[in-house]
């Protein structure tokens, strides 16, 4: 027994000596360095996140450390880096690319200039982003966006509020130049308006910058969706009275300014509170058409269209109610009673649904309450001043004769959008 108890003593002493011996083989090549030569870690390593590619900052403390190597993967994948040796406890930049899109674990080791005494490693973590991240990425809302394609194209973009990450939009269209123009919004920028567009065609990004990154991921370029307006109300308090090329007169209290005071009856047999105004051709003081007036609109416009108010009360479809209307335009007073001197802006007749030879039925009246729309045959031409020429009344007039019009409302593209 005691033989066997001094051979299981040796057993275990010989077991413990080999254990200590292999735990201290994993620090001999440090502790037989010596403090001399052992070469610094790095030191108060930091990530930063980006496109496939990371930024890593350090410090080295050590002027022995020459070279730096990151790795990652398993030491799969390498990189090294020269360290100066003047620029001690410096941050130090280094940027690992061509990376894909994951989460990593980097260390970083140093070494002396020949790669010899490799430090302990520097471990660090972080995520690289890429076109996975990006493709998930959503452009920030429009929130209303309107375009005037007759005055050049005018457009207006209202955006929502930015969303986290967010840190700006692009907005790319081709200008009156033929050239393509990009226009920068930053979060706070919640209006934009474009006045040089060439064709209307406006297309727009979002700009993202994720948390702790060096890189700028952006939406792909996205066509606006426009709600169009073809014109807007022209200012009827702009309109003025014109009647020097063609004279006429109107009964006393039935003015042509009352054609666009804004009054229009909300009935048939409604009190108004200004009259028609009511028209009487003195210069040919006829019972045969044409009858002619004229007026300013006060400002240079495209007129896109007009709607024509009858007047009430009775007198729809009758003896005054305008039946063929022929507008016509000037951009300038010098023009003469002479047609030529005019722009021809259409003719325009005015429906009767009923389809009665005379009289009228709930139905006409309605459709007459209502107004009727014309449009014009070119849109295009700037013009301020107009000639209406009533061609025919839906009764045929017995003697001399007036036209009555309750209101006349135009739209079109006023001078503050035009390049005149």
Request: overall charge negative; aromatic content about 12%; proline content about 5%.
């Amino acid at each position: 027994m005691k033989t066997v108890k001094i051979w299981i003593w040796i057993v275990l002493a010989t077991a413990g000596y080999i254990g200590c011996s292999d735990m201290n083989d994993l620090h001999d090549q440090y502790l037989q360095r010596g403090e001399s030569i052992f070469v610094g870690q790095p030191d108060s390593v930091k990530i930063v996140a980006g496109k496939n590619r990371v930024k890593i900052t350090c410090r080295n403390y050590d002027p022995k450390v020459a070279k730096l190597t990151v790795y990652w993967d398993f030491r799969q994948g390498s990189k090294s880096f020269d360290v100066p040796s003047d620029r001690l406890g410096e941050d130090m930049e280094l940027i690992i690319d061509g990376l894909k899109e994951k989460q990593y674990t980097f260390e970083l080791v140093t070494t002396n200039p020949v790669g010899q005494y490799p430090s302990i490693p520097a471990s660090i973590s972080g995520p690289v982003y890429g076109s996975r991240y990006e493709a998930s990425l959503t452009n920030r809302k429009v929130g209303s966006a309107t375009i005037f394609p007759l005055a050049n194209y005018k457009t207006s973009i209202s955006l929502t509020k930015a969303l986290d990450k967010m840190v700006g939009v692009e907005v790319k269209y081709m200008n009156s130049s033929d050239k393509e123009t990009i226009l920068e919004m930053d979060n706070d920028d919640m209006e934009l308006e474009i006045t040089d567009s060439k064709d209307g065609v406006i297309e727009y990004r979002t700009l993202y910058v994720p948390e702790n990154c060096i890189d700028t991921f952006y939406t792909n370029f996205t066509p606006i969706n426009f709600t169009l307006i073809e014109d807007e109300k022209l200012d009827r308090l702009l309109f003025k009275r014109w009647n020097t090329v063609v004279p006429y007169t109107g009964y006393v209290g039935w003015d042509i300014e009352n054609m666009w005071d804004g009054v229009i009856p909300s009935g048939t047999t409604a009190a108004l509170s200004g009259e028609p105004g009511y028209l009487s051709n003195t210069a040919q003081n006829v019972s045969v058409a044409p009858w002619d007036f004229t007026f300013d609109l006060g400002q240079m416009v495209k007129l896109r269209r007009f709607i024509f108010y009858s007047r009430l009360n009775n007198q729809q479809y009758t003896v005054t109610h305008p039946k063929r209307i022929e507008l016509y335009a000037s951009p300038t007073p010098n023009v003469t009673a002479n047609l030529d001197d005019w722009i021809f802006l259409g003719e325009f007749n005015s429906i009767k649904p009923s389809g009665l030879a005379t009289g009228f039925t709930t139905e006409d009246t309605n459709h007459a309450m209502g107004g009727e729309e014309f449009f014009t045959t070119d849109d295009s031409v700037v013009v301020r001043y107009l000639r209406f020429r009533v061609m025919e009344t839906w009764v045929t007039p017995t003697g001399n004769h007036t036209i009555a019009i309750l209101q006349l409302v135009f739209f079109g593209v006023p001078e503050a959008y035009l390049d005149l």
